[in-house]
């Protein structure tokens, strides 16, 4: 099992990410007049409201997701679980902006996605979501510490800067010895890990996870797990992670299960 025991007081998340913690790279107020603003979120970091997905095809239309309502709080470590095609990679595909709602609204802090220009898409997606899918999606042609230093030259970090903090993020997913190692010289589940340091690069407010133990073993989901679980304890990283895996539920903080496209249950607080 990886355990992050070197991180929190010693090298807590000022330390290893260098920027205060919940910072907001945002709009400032004068930027955002006129926008549909989110009431005061008080911690609230993600929020859905009325989100629906139809995909209209010659057969019909499928109803991918139906009518859910949202909330993620600062801090939590939401699994949100249901069988296959009941809609959970549309959900998630819909709170990082990466797929337009037919109807319903997404709430990043104070930014309403669909109101949100392509810059701000592009610095929501650089600075705010960390995203992490069953295929890893590392560039082969890169090391391991290449891979998550790749998203570090949008910050505003030195070079040097950049290089240490790329390091830390390696090492803290336990794979210190493993900087130079390329793509193919890693298993699986050191690729998920690489794949978890390079989502944090940029300090998120939400890291959002798609079958992040898809492809993984046994004993690898538990090592990806319980970073991912680590990071939410320690570092109070909030994480929405889609699975049918029920092995994640003992990980987050709560769950929700979707049944073809709505919500049928909430287990835990919140
Ligand atoms: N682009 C699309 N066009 C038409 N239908 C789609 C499209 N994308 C998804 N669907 C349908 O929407 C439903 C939900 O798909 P989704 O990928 O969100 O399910 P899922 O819960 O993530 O499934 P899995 O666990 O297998 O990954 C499925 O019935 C799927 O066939
Ligand atoms: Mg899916």
Redesign the pocket.
Known sequence: MVVLSHIGGRLGRRMLLGRGDGACIGMSQSENKGRTRSRPYRGRVLHAEGLIKH?H?PRGV?A?VDGVNLTVRKGEFVAVM?P????????LSMLGGLVRPTAGRVYLEELQLAEADDSEMIEVRRHRLGFVFQSYYLLEHMTALENVLFPLQFSRLSAKEQSERAERLVDMVGLGDRLEHFPRQLSGGEKQRVAVARALANEPAVLLAD?PTGNLDAESTEAVLSILQDLNRRLSQTIVS?T?DPAVRDYATRSLHLEAGRIVRREGDG
Do not use: D, F, I, R
């Open positions: 995909y095809t499928v991918a249901g296959s095609g009941c809609g959970k990679t549309t959900l079958e889609v049918h």
